[in-house]
């Protein structure tokens, strides 16, 4: 009996960071539209629903701490509450950024982008699989399919030198542009950092089950 609710209270955590990563998912694509498109009020949606984040993990974090104090469980069950209790932090930090590229939007919202933006929102695009996916490599233990999400990093990272480079031919080309070219770069910075901590959950993954750290 006590092994059965404590898979079940482990079934609900998991549920719960699986619905703190939707929401952080969405605010990744939120953020990015509002840029993309200068849309203030889709910003500020972003901005707002960013506490909700920070609640969520708050809540989960008591949870895991409670499931260890009543149930004080040991070897892979302990890490596996221990490694939620930093995947939510990792998600929670993902949230954050996607904050600051929605505030980016209502810094420049007000003047026409010095370009359209296409290497933003196709890093996004990978950071949203990256997030969805090391999410589902969680739920599942797939060490493989961890492996293969870290792995995708590496074009987020080629996509964002390449948007440094373009940015600052811009800026030396017109002086003009120094100021909206520098919040760009930063919102593919923010990207990169997204990718990073989706990379970190997937690390995570493999010590949960193996209880061998790694670098990915």
Do not use: W
Request: charged share 35%; proline share 2%; aromatic share 4%.
């Amino acid at each position: 009996m006590v092994r059965k609710n404590f898979d079940q209270e482990l079934e609900k955590l998991n549920q719960e960071l699986l619905k703190m990563g939707s929401m952080v998912e969405e605010a990744i694509h939120k953020a990015v539209t509002s840029l993309a498109e200068s849309d203030v009020e889709l910003a500020k949606e972003v901005k707002e629903n960013d506490d909700a984040i920070d609640d969520f993990e708050v809540d989960i974090e008591k949870k895991c701490i409670r499931l260890i104090a009543l149930q004080q469980p040991v070897a892979k069950d302990l890490r596996t509450i221990g490694m939620i209790s930093k995947i939510i932090t990792d998600l929670e930090r993902m949230g954050d950024y996607a904050y600051n590229i929605a505030r980016i939007t209502t810094e420049i919202a007000n003047e026409p982008l010095i370009k359209p933006l296409v290497d933003i929102p196709r890093m996004t695009k990978i950071t949203q699989e990256m997030v969805r996916e090391c999410l589902d490599a969680f739920v599942n233990l797939d060490i493989e399919k961890a492996k293969e999400v870290a792995a995708m990093d590496e074009e987020v990272d080629r996509i964002n030198d390449q948007i440094l480079r373009e940015l600052l031919t811009y800026m030396m080309e017109d002086a003009s542009t120094i100021t909206q070219a520098t919040r760009l770069m930063f919102a593919g910075r923010y990207l990169e950092r997204i990718a990073d901590h989706a990379t970190n959950i997937c690390e995570r993954i493999v010590y949960m089950v193996t209880g061998e750290r790694v670098s990915l």
